[in-house]
């Protein structure tokens, strides 16, 4: 530790020197008056001063101050060695920017209690000045990482505004980063496809999850791809993206080109309310399936809801942020607290609804991020699909033998062959839905020659399927064929002609689009 001794006396500082050296203390520099006191200071940096106070030309009152302002904020202990007795002169010592004072005559023991006192107080102040060096460095290290992970963001994960216009959404982020997500994106087909997310968590860590859902997403918004496909590719992405304690709770959905037709996969998330704008009546539309990011390719379900909606009717989708909102009791909203809003005013707003669970909320903010959208019913005419260049006519024939169809991904490989068919774009959603609903009855009623009575009750549901298993496991003689024509047409059309095979009538669909696809299936 080195001493800077002031005093103009130099008995004083002789007798200074011997106590200190005897303690222990060799690094001691000596000073007869102010100026130099500060100009050796200066140079030498010292971690304790001793110094006077009445010296001649300044004072030890001027050099004080003088010496703290050199030190720029660091610690440096001054005690002030004073023959002064008075309590405002040994108030003064203390206001000028002293630490301590030390009385003459000197008491060794007491002087060396008192430096070693604030040597350990500079050492810890030293300690503390050198973490909060790091921290300030920190702070501004993840201030630039923040800056550089929104930038990203906010170029990564947008919605085209002319897209979004068809949407109402609330967005409230617990942090600077949102663990919600809400994507939309026009169909080839004429109409909407979008997203609500809920990754586990919240902050840049859940965030971060939105990245590959976003891209993922784009991409099969472009192909036409069906809701149940997306779904899961989006399941496989984060299945292998991120670590085993996260996933995403969430909806997949697409507005059809009339802008009435709805379907939905909801896994992990709250219920999806239909507000009905005529009747005031609200449909509810539960998730029937575990989060995305948590079930194996074989085990996860794609079944879809669909419904259909008239012009002014609601579809409203949130995230479990607004349901896990507590009271000051305790108590949860819930989904049904939601619903009652509704009931009481079917076209409460979305900010009415935000605000509202601020209102019952004990805290007056949310634990969790908070995302609301709402889809009103409406003309899609504005939305104009993109225009095949391809017009080459094509057909796919499929023939299955009963070892394809014992096969757990028999109807995915049939929707890839087929989803390659010239100008399948356009209908691509439409098509998988339709071949699949096919392809069951084929199998189900003609094949299988299964009675769909069975499903009218909870237990008749699940002895139905349980014997469907069982048939196909037994299974051994059976055809059946996918045919699937594109055929290039100016002219819109929309035919549907039923036939019979074998005592089955199975549609023949010709889709309202600029080419025609007929699709069929036979046993």
């Excluded at 303690?23 to 971690?47: F, K, M, S």
Aim: net charge negative; glycine share 6%; hydrophobic share 40%.
């Amino acid at each position: 530790m080195k001493i800077l001794i002031v005093d103009d006396e130099p008995i004083n500082r002789i007798m200074l020197l011997s106590m200190l050296n005897d303690a222990g203390y060799t690094d001691c520099i000596e000073a007869q008056n102010g100026a130099d006191a500060l100009e050796i200071a200066h140079r030498e940096q010292p971690d304790l001063v001793l110094l006077d106070v009445m010296m001649p030309g300044m004072s030890g009152f001027e050099v004080a101050p003088a010496l703290k302002e050199m030190a720029k904020g660091s610690y440096l202990p001054i005690l002030f060695i004073t023959a002064l007795d008075d309590n405002d002169s040994l108030v003064k010592c203390l206001e000028v920017g002293g630490n301590d004072f030390a009385t003459k005559p000197f008491d060794k023991h007491i002087l060396t209690a008192k430096i070693r006192a604030h040597e350990k107080i500079r050492a810890l102040s030293k300690h503390i000045e050198e973490q909060n060096t790091a921290l300030r460095f920190y702070k501004q290290q993840v201030a630039r990482e923040h800056a550089i992970v929104e930038h990203i963001f906010s170029h990564a994960i947008v919605n085209q505004p002319e897209i979004k216009a068809f949407f109402d959404c609330v967005l409230a982020p617990a942090e600077t980063f949102n663990g919600d997500l809400f994507l939309c994106q026009p169909s080839p087909s004429g109409g909407l496809y979008f997203i609500v997310g809920d990754f586990t968590g919240h902050g840049l860590a859940s965030a971060i999850g939105a990245l590959p859902v976003t891209r993922a997403f784009q991409e099969m918004s472009l192909k036409g791809l069906a809701v149940s496909e997306i779904a899961t590719e989006i399941n496989d992405i984060l299945l292998t993206f991120l670590p085993g304690d996260m996933f995403m709770a969430g909806i997949v959905g697409e507005i059809g080109s009339d802008g009435k037709r709805v379907t939905l996969w909801q896994g992990g998330i709250p219920q999806s309310l239909v507000v009905h704008s005529e009747t005031r009546q609200i449909n509810r539309y539960p998730a029937k399936h575990m989060a995305l990011g948590i079930l194996e390719r074989d085990e996860f379900d794609c079944l879809v809801d669909n419904f259909e909606l008239a012009y002014g009717d609601r579809l409203v989708m949130y995230t479990d942020g607004l349901v896990e909102v507590n009271d000051e009791s305790g108590n949860m909203l819930g989904e049904s607290g939601i619903e009652q809003w509704f009931e009481l005013n079917n076209s409460i707003s979305l900010e009415g609804v935000y605000n509202q669970a601020l209102n019952y909320s004990s805290t007056q903010t949310f634990d969790d991020d908070v995302t609301i959208v709402a889809y009103t019913a409406q003309s899609l005419e504005t939305l104009n699909p993109t225009s095949e260049s391809d017009d080459i006519p094509s057909d796919i024939v499929i023939k299955l033998s009963a070892s394809h169809i014992k096969k757990d991904d028999v109807l995915e490989r049939i929707l890839s062959v087929t989803g390659q068919c010239s100008g399948i774009t356009h209908v691509r959603s439409t098509l998988f839905t339709l071949l699949s609903e096919m392809f069951s009855n084929a199998l189900e009623h003609g094949i299988l020659g299964m009675d769909s009575q069975m499903k009218h009750s909870p237990d008749g549901f699940v002895e139905y399927y349980t014997e469907r298993e069982k048939r196909i496991s037994n299974l051994d003689d059976a055809t059946l064929v996918v045919k699937l024509q594109s055929r290039p047409e100016k002219k819109k059309s929309n035919f549907l002609s039923p036939i019979a095979v074998k005592g089955l009538t199975i549609p023949l669909l010709i889709l309202k689009v600029r080419k025609q696809v007929l699709v069929e299936v036979c046993l």
